[in-house]
C-alpha cells in the first residue's frame, strides 16, 4: 500500500519561505512523478509542479519564479519551497504521485494534505 | 490550459438513487480524464482513470464514461458511505487541471 505522508511549516508571515517535504512509503521511487497541489480555502484545486526521479521538473508557468522541486532518492523523499509568500499562498497543500500510463500519466495516490496559512 | 466545468456543484441524493456527474473540458482531451472522492479530512481517492476505467478496488457502482470533451461520473445505488466531494482531472496537457468539484450529500 503506497502512502505519501507530508510535513512542514503551517503558519508564515509575508515574505518568507514556504517549506514542505513529502515522504514515499511502499512501492518504488522510480519511474514516477512526484507532484504538488494546492486548494485555496474555498477554491478549485492547482497544480503546482512535480518532479521525476532524475530531477526532471515542469512547472506551473505562474508559480515558477517562486517555487523549487526537489527530490532526496536516497530517503523516497520530496519537496517543495515557495519563495515570498502572500496571502494568497494560503491553501491546503498535497503531495501525490503520477503514474505511467502508457504515453501518459495520472495522479493514483494523494497525501492527506497541509493546511499552510500565511498572516502577518 | 484546459479548463475543466463540473456539474451540478451539489446534490442530495437519497440512499440507493443513481447520481450522475458531469465534467466538460474547454478542449479536446481524448479520454485523459479521472474522477477522485475525497472525504473531509481525507486524501483524495482515485475511483476512475482514463475517462472508463475502474481502478483497482473500487466499488463497481461507481462508472465513468465519455471522451473528447464530456465526460461522467455516475454512482448506481448511491450509499451512505458515498457522501463525498468528487472532482475530475486532466492528465492531456500541462499545467494539470481540476474540476471545480461536486459535493453529494445524502438524504
Known amino acids: 500500500q503506497v502512502q505519501l505522508q507530508q510535513w512542514g511549516a503551517g503558519l508564515l508571515k509575508p515574505s518568507e519561505t514556504l517549506s514542505l517535504s513529502c515522504a514515499v512509503y511502499g512501492g518504488s521511487f522510480s519511474d514516477y512523478y512526484w507532484t504538488w497541489i494546492r486548494q485555496p480555502p474555498g477554491k478549485g484545486l492547482e497544480w503546482i509542479g512535480e518532479?521525476?526521479?532524475?530531477?526532471?521538473?515542469n512547472y506551473k508557468s505562474s508559480l515558477k519564479s517562486r517555487v523549487t522541486i526537489s527530490v532526496d532518492t536516497s530517503k523516497n523523499q520530496f519537496s517543495l519551497k515557495v519563495n515570498s509568500v502572500t496571502a494568497a499562498d494560503t491553501a491546503v497543500y498535497y503531495c501525490a504521485r503520477r503514474t505511467r500510463h502508457g504515453s501518459g500519466w495520472y495522479i493514483d495516490y494523494w497525501s492527506q494534505g497541509t493546511r499552510v496559512t500565511v498572516s502577518s | 490550459e484546459v479548463v475543466l466545468t463540473q456539474s451540478p456543484d451539489f446534490q442530495s441524493v437519497t440512499p440507493k438513487e443513481k447520481v450522475t456527474i458531469t465534467c466538460r473540458a474547454s478542449?479536446?482531451?481524448?479520454?485523459?480524464l479521472h474522477w477522485y472522492q475525497q472525504k473531509p479530512h481525507q486524501s483524495p481517492k482515485l475511483l476512475i482513470k482514463?475517462?472508463?476505467q475502474s481502478f483497482s478496488g473500487v466499488p463497481s457502482r461507481f462508472r465513468g464514461s465519455g471522451s473528447g470533451t464530456d465526460f461522467t461520473l455516475t454512482i448506481n445505488s448511491l450509499e451512505a458511505e458515498d457522501a463525498a466531494t468528487y472532482f475530475c482531472?486532466?492528465?492531456?496537457?500541462?499545467?494539470?487541471?481540476f474540476g471545480g468539484g461536486t459535493k453529494v450529500e445524502i438524504k
Open positions: 482514463y475517462a472508463s
Open positions: 518532479i521525476n526521479h532524475n530531477g526532471g521538473t
Open positions: 482531472h486532466q492528465s492531456n496537457s500541462l499545467p494539470l487541471t
Open positions: 478542449q479536446s482531451i481524448g479520454a485523459d
